[in-house]
C-alpha cells in the first residue's frame, strides 16, 4: 500500500516539484499524479511547464489562471487591513499559499484524489500555510511533502531527476532562494544569510536602485472604494491592471524594497529580501485614507486588529475562525473608506502629499486658526478639568 492512491501536486516547474513526482510514485506508492501549476502573475510561460510536468512522469498537467483572484481576494483584503508582518513585510508570499491551497483541494475533488502534495522543505513558514489551509478546507484530506522528508541535498536531488528524465538545470541556477509573483518577490539564501552584508543589486528586479532612478519625481493619485483601489490617476483599471501599472511606476523610483530579519513561524529568524513596489505604496495611501475617514478610535482600534491579522496570515491561519471575525471587522471599518490619494514617488520614497473624500471627517472650521475658527474654546477648560481630576487627585493623595 502506498501512502496515497492519487495526488494532486503543486507544480512550479522547478527541480524540487519535478522531482517529486517519480519520487511520489517511486518510494511513497503513488499510482497517479496530477500536477498543478497556478498562475499568480509571476511572469513564467506556462505551457513549457504543463508539458515538462507531463515529461515528468505526471498523468494529467492542470495550469490555473488565479491571478484575478489573487489579487481581488487576497491582496485587497490584506490592504484593507494595512497588513504589514513585523510592520514591514506585506505579505507578498504569504498571500499566495492559501490560494494555491484551495486550487489543491478544489482540484482532488474533482479528479478524485485522497491526497495533495507540495514541494516545501521543513524549515520554512510556507509548508505550516499550505498544510493548514488544506485541512481547514478538507480536513480528510492527506497533505504528503516529499521534501520534508527526501533529505536529499541540492546535488541528490538532481541526480534522482536524472535518473527519471528530469533535466538538470541548464543554465547554473541562481544561488538565492527566490519566490516570485504579482505581488513581489523574496529572496533569501547564499549571501544574505549574513544579515550584516548588504544585498547586491543584482538581485533586485522590479526596483530600480536609487542611482538609476529617474530625476524627476512622479505623482501616481490613487482612486479608493471601500478601501479597495479601483483607479490610477483617474482611469478605472481592472485589479491585475492596477497592480502591474503601479509596480512599475514605483519600481522604476525605487520604491518597494525591505531588507528585514523575520521571526518564522517554525522558531528560526531569518534575513530575507522583499521587493513589493505597489503593495506596498497601497498600503501606505490606504491607511493615509483611513486616517482621513475613519473615527480616531476605529483608526486607534484597528491597529490592533491589523497586527493580528498580519500575524495569523503569516502563520498559515487564512482560513480560520479568527481570521475570519477579523475579517468582519475589518470589512465593517471601510465602508466609508472612499477617495483619493495623491502619492510622490521619487528616489527610492513613496510620500503622500494629498488626500480627499467626500466622507472626509476632516472640518476645516474646527481645524483652522483663522477668523473662521468654530471650535468652542471655553468648552476645552471645562473638559481639560475633568479630563485631568483623576491624575490631580493622585498627585494629591501622593505629595512628598
Ligand atoms: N519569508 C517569506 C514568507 O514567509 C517568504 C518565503 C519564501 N521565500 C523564498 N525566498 N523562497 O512569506
Known amino acids: 500500500m502506498g501512502r496515497a492512491e492519487k495526488v494532486v501536486l503543486a507544480y512550479s516547474g522547478g527541480v524540487d516539484t519535478s522531482v517529486c513526482i517519480p519520487y511520489l510514485k517511486q518510494e511513497w506508492g503513488v499510482k497517479e499524479v496530477i500536477t498543478l501549476a497556478a498562475d499568480l502573475g509571476q511572469g513564467d510561460e506556462l505551457e513549457p511547464i504543463r508539458e515538462k510536468a507531463l515529461k515528468s512522469g505526471a498523468a494529467q498537467s492542470l495550469v490555473a489562471d488565479a491571478t484575478l483572484s489573487f489579487v481581488e481576494d487576497y491582496a485587497f483584503p490584506a490592504i484593507q487591513a494595512n497588513a504589514l508582518y513585523e510592520s514591514r513585510y506585506p505579505l507578498s508570499t504569504a498571500l499566495a499559499r492559501p490560494l494555491i491551497a484551495k486550487l489543491l483541494v478544489e482540484a482532488a475533488q474533482t479528479y478524485g484524489a485522497d491526497a495533495v502534495a507540495h514541494g516545501c522543505t521543513g524549515k520554512g513558514n510556507d509548508q505550516v500555510r499550505f498544510d493548514v489551509s488544506i485541512m481547514a478546507l478538507n480536513p480528510d484530506l492527506k497533505v504528503l511533502a516529499p521534501a520534508r522528508e527526501w533529505g536529499f541535498s541540492r546535488e541528490e536531488t538532481i541526480a534522482y531527476g536524472e535518473r527519471f528524465g528530469i533535466p538538470s538545470p541548464v543554465k547554473k541556477s541562481s544561488p538565492y532562494s527566490i519566490d516570485r509573483n504579482l505581488l513581489g518577490r523574496s529572496i533569501e539564501a547564499a549571501s544574505l544569510e549574513d544579515p550584516s552584508v548588504e544585498p547586491p543589486e543584482e538581485i533586485y528586479l522590479m526596483t530600480k536602485a536609487i542611482a538609476d532612478t529617474p530625476n524627476q519625481p512622479e505623482y501616481v493619485e490613487i482612486g479608493f472604494e471601500q478601501g479597495i483601489p479601483t483607479t490610477l490617476n483617474g482611469t478605472t483599471l481592472d485589479p491585475v491592471a492596477l497592480i502591474s501599472q503601479l509596480n512599475e511606476s514605483a519600481g522604476n523610483h525605487g520604491v518597494g524594497r525591505i531588507d528585514m530579519v523575520e521571526n518564522r513561524v517554525v522558531g528560526i529568524k531569518s534575513r530575507e529580501i522583499y521587493e513589493a513596489p505597489a503593495l506596498l505604496v497601497l498600503i501606505h495611501a490606504h491607511r493615509d485614507l483611513e486616517s482621513l475617514t475613519l473615527t480616531a478610535d476605529v483608526t486607534q482600534y484597528k491597529r490592533g486588529i491589523e497586527d493580528a491579522y498580519s500575524q495569523i496570515v503569516y502563520q498559515g491561519l487564512w482560513y480560520s475562525p479568527l481570521k475570519q471575525a477579523l475579517d468582519a471587522f475589518i470589512k465593517k471599518t471601510q465602508e466609508r473608506v472612499s477617495g483619493t490619494v495623491r502619492v ?28 473662521e475658527d468654530q471650535f468652542d474654546h471655553k468648552a476645552a477648560e471645562g473638559f481639560i478639568y475633568l479630563w485631568g481630576l483623576p491624575t490631580r487627585v493622585w498627585s494629591q493623595k501622593n505629595k512628598g
Open 344 to 371: 510622490k514617488l521619487f528616489k527610492g520614497n513613496a510620500m503622500i502629499v494629498g488626500r480627499q473624500s467626500e466622507n472626509s471627517l476632516y472640518t476645516p472650521e474646527l481645524a483652522t486658526y483663522t477668523s
